[in-house]
C-alpha cells in the first residue's frame, strides 16, 4: 500500500497553525499537570530513599510505622550494641547511635503558620553513620548543651533556625550553632541536638530508635534471626534504605492516584479538542481527499494520514507539555509526609520512565482524538468527495 508522505501530513497541520497551536496547547496542558505529578511522587520517594545508607541498619519497636511511635528502652539498646557484626569506628567502639525522635512544631518563616518538624537527638556517631550529612555554615553542636544544628531546609524556612538564632522548645532555650546539607534528602528537614539533652527536655524514657552500620551488609538476615531469637528484644531489624523506601510509600501513592485522576478527567477535554479538530480538517479537505483516492492512495492510506496528523499534533503538545513541567526540578517545596506527620521538603524530579510514560500518554490522546476523524475521512467515497470539491 503506497503510503501518504510525512511531509504531507506536516505541512497540514503548518496550515491550520492557528487550530494547531491552540489544540497542541491544551493537551500541553495536560500533559504539564500529568507529568509534574509523576515528578512529584517520584521527588518524594528519591528524597526519603537516598536518606537511608544501604549498610546502615535501623531498629524499631515490633508494629512501629515510623520512629515518633517507636520505643527501644535502654536495656534492649545495650542488647543491639553488643550483636556481632557491627562495624567499629576508629576508637574501636560500636559505630552505632541511639537516638530519640520528636515531632516539634513550629512556626513558618515567610507565613508564620506553624507546622511540625522533626526534632532528632544524635552525636558524633549519627553523624558519621550519615556520610551525605556535612555542615556548610557553622560547627557541630557540643555534647550536652542546649545546642542544636538544622537542616538546610529547616533554617530557611522556619523562625528562628538559621545560625545564630534561638529557638524555644521542650521548655528550653535552643541556640543554633550549625547549618547542614544532607544532599537534599529527608535529614534536611530535621533539627539535631544532643540526645541524651533530647530526652531529658521531652521526658523520655527510651529511645525512638538505634541506627548501626554492618560490618558485612550482607549479614543483615543472620542479624535479623539473631535478634528475632532473643525473647529480651522486641524490636525489628530494618535496612535503612527499605524504612526510608517504606516512609515514602503511603504519600508517593496518594499524589500518584489522586494526579492520574485529575489528568485522566483533564484529558477528556484534551481528547475531544483533537476530534474537533480533527473533524474540521476533514470537512475542509474533502477535495484533497477525493484527489488522494484518484490519485490511487488507498482508504488505509487515508487513515493512516489523518491518524499521523493527530500523532504529530499530539506529540508536539507532549514535548511542550513535558518540556514546562522539566522547569519544574528548579522548584523546592514542602509538605507533609503521612506516615509521621512532619513536613519534608523536597524536589521534583525527571527520570527517563517518567518522560516516556508522558510521551506515551499524549500519544495515547492523539490516538483517541484523531482515530474516529480518520476513520470517517478513510470511509469517504471517490465521487461524493469530488463533488464536493
Do not use: H
Not at 185 to 190: A, H, L, N, P, V
Not at 191 to 212: H, K, P, Y
Not at 346 to 364: C, E, G, H, K, V
Request: proline share 3%; hydrophobic share 50%.
Amino acid at each position: 500500500m503506497k503510503a501518504i508522505p510525512l511531509s504531507y501530513i506536516a505541512r497540514n497541520l503548518w496550515v491550520r497553525r492557528v487550530t494547531t497551536l491552540l489544540t497542541a496547547g491544551g493537551m500541553a496542558l495536560v500533559v504539564y499537570v500529568f507529568a509534574t505529578v509523576l515528578m512529584m511522587s517520584e521527588g518524594i520517594r528519591a528524597t526519603l530513599v537516598a536518606t537511608g545508607q544501604p549498610d546502615n541498619v535501623i531498629a524499631l519497636r515490633k508494629g512501629a510505622g515510623a520512629e515518633i511511635n517507636s520505643g527501644v528502652d535502654r536495656g534492649q539498646a545495650a542488647i543491639l550494641e553488643s550483636l556481632p557484626g557491627i562495624a567499629t569506628a576508629a576508637d574501636g567502639r560500636p559505630l552505632i547511635s541511639k537516638e530519640p525522635v520528636v515531632l516539634n512544631t513550629l512556626p513558618k518563616r515567610d507565613s508564620g503558620k506553624p507546622s511540625n518538624v522533626t526534632v532528632r537527638g544524635t552525636s558524633e556517631r549519627g553523624l558519621q553513620l550519615r556520610p551525605q550529612v556535612r555542615l556548610v555554615e557553622g560547627r557541630m553542636f557540643r555534647p550536652d548543651s542546649l545546642e542544636i544544628i538544622t537542616g538546610r531546609a529547616v533554617a530557611a524556612g522556619f523562625q528562628g533556625a538559621a545560625l545564630g538564632e534561638t529557638l524555644r522548645f521542650a521548655g528550653r532555650d535552643w541556640t543554633v550553632v550549625g547549618v547542614f546539607d544532607a544532599g537534599r534528602t529527608g535529614f534536611d528537614s530535621e533539627i539535631w541536638g544532643d540526645a541524651d539533652q533530647m530526652l531529658q527536655a521531652f521526658r523520655r524514657n527510651a529511645w525512638s530508635s538505634v541506627v548501626f552500620r554492618l560490618a558485612d551488609p550482607q549479614q543483615l538476615d543472620a542479624l535479623q534471626a539473631r535478634a528475632e531469637a532473643d525473647p529480651r528484644l522486641t524490636v525489628e531489624l530494618k535496612r535503612e534504605t527499605r524504612f526510608y523506601a517504606e516512609q515514602s510509600e503511603a504519600l508517593a501513592t496518594f499524589i500518584s492516584i489522586l494526579g492520574t485522576a485529575l489528568s485522566a478527567i483533564f484529558s477528556i477535554g484534551a481528547i475531544v479538542g483533537a476530534m474537533i479538530t480533527m473533524f474540521a480538517a476533514v470537512a475542509q479537505r474533502t477535495g484533497e481527499i477525493g484527489t488522494l483516492r484518484a490519485l490511487g492512495f488507498r482508504r488505509g492510506a487515508v487513515l493512516m494520514a489523518f491518524l499521523g496528523e493527530s500523532l504529530l499534533l499530539s506529540l508536539v503538545g507532549g514535548l511542550v507539555g513535558l518540556g514546562a513541567a522539566s522547569l519544574m526540578q528548579t522548584v523546592n517545596i514542602s509538605t507533609t509526609n503521612f506516615q509521621t506527620f512532619a513536613e519534608l521538603a523536597f524536589q521534583f524530579r525527571l527520570t527517563p520512565a517518567i518522560a516516556l510514560q508522558t510521551l506515551l500518554f499524549s500519544l495515547f490522546m492523539g490516538l483517541l482524538g484523531g482515530f474516529v476523524p480518520a476513520w470517517r475521512a478513510a470511509r469517504l467515497k471517490i465521487v461524493d468527495c469530488l463533488r464536493e470539491a
